[in-house]
T-cell receptor, first 116, second 113 residues
């Protein structure tokens, strides 16, 4: 009964390949996020969806494309992978309340992507 | 733009000793403040949060944090550290009206026996 799950947990691939990471939450939340954690442990928001609508799109290369088929799922597709894409990618979810910023975020276990 | 500073990259404490992890934020108004913990190879777990009201908030695992508006700080404390507390700790802010979190660079806590 994991709240936020991600697959795969580890992903090793070569430069130039295309890969996807999947995220699912069973908390009934309406907002989902992708964060990237680099080798120095720095966490940065990439995307956010609210009710399947993209609401945050930070300065991320066009090679990254999120897709939200429904409120419970948010996938991340990466084209033409580069060495610099190696990182841990975290999915998170939250519920919008009266004040949008008040809801806490629940994180998945992360997907460690290694590009060789 | 808002920012979060965790001035201590690495802290080592003895088991049973008290702990304080520092967090300072830069933002025009009072943001929503959070502390998360990340154990090795794991995701992030929320320790506690501050939205408004009482400036001393209690969290899980015996942690507490105090919001000080005058110092733009939200320091995390624990009176007696356990070996299982060894982890990476992240302070984060979420400005009103925007849902994403801005994280500090993290503080790695080591606990000596």
């Amino acid at each position: 009964d994991t709240a936020v799950s991600q697959t795969p947990k580890y992903l090793v691939t070569q430069m130039g390949n295309d890969k996807s990471i999947k995220c699912e939450q069973n908390l009934g939340h309406d907002t989902m996020y992708w964060y990237k954690q680099d080798s120095k442990k720095f966490l940065k928001i990439m995307f956010s969806y609210n009710n399947k609508e993209l609401i945050i799109n930070e300065t991320v290369p066009n090679r990254f494309s999120p897709k939200s088929p429904d409120k419970a799922h948010l996938n991340l597709h990466i084209n033409s992978l580069e060495l610099g894409d190696s990182a841990v990618y975290f999915c998170a979810s939250s519920q919008s309340l009266a004040g949008a910023a008040r809801s806490e975020q629940y994180f998945g276990p992360g997907t460690r992507l290694t590009v060789t | 733009a808002q920012s979060v500073t965790q001035p201590d990259i690495h802290i080592t404490v003895s088991e049973g000793a008290s702990l304080e992890l520092r967090c300072n934020y830069s933002y025009g108004a009072t943001p929503y403040l959070f502390w998360y913990v990340q154990s090795p190879g794991q995701g992030l777990q929320l320790l506690l949060k501050y939205f408004s009201g009482d400036t001393l908030v209690q969290g899980i695992k015996g942690f507490e944090a105090e919001f000080k508006r005058s110092q733009s700080s939200f320091n995390l404390r624990k009176p007696s550290v356990h070996w299982s507390d060894a982890a990476e700790y992240f302070c984060a802010v979420s400005p009103s009206g925007r849902r994403a979190l801005t994280f500090g660079s993290g503080t790695r806590l080591q606990v000596q026996p």
